[in-house]
């Protein structure tokens, strides 16, 4: 199931992940970085559930 959080920037983004991953406080930490990174980021978050 995917779930629908508000990263805490000025804009307010919506973002839809796995619920699963809810509890992953890096993937949730990479979310605020720079797109390039976020990737980085979430491909060894995925990667390391494998």
Same mark, same amino acid.
């Given at each position: 199931? !995917?779930?629908?959080?508000? +990263? #805490?920037?000025?804009?307010? $983004?919506?973002? &839809?992940?796995?619920?699963? +991953? +809810?509890? &992953? @406080? &890096?993937? %949730?930490? /990479?979310?605020?970085?720079?797109?390039?990174? $976020?990737?980085? /980021?979430? !491909? #060894?978050?995925?990667? @390391?559930? %494998?």
């Amino acid at each position: 199931m !995917w779930v629908e959080r508000t +990263l #805490n920037n000025p804009v307010g $983004r919506r973002i &839809a992940i796995p619920e699963a +991953l +809810l509890s &992953a @406080d &890096a993937y %949730l930490a /990479c979310v605020h970085t720079r797109e390039k990174e $976020r990737s980085y /980021c979430r !491909w #060894n978050e995925f990667r @390391d559930r %494998l």
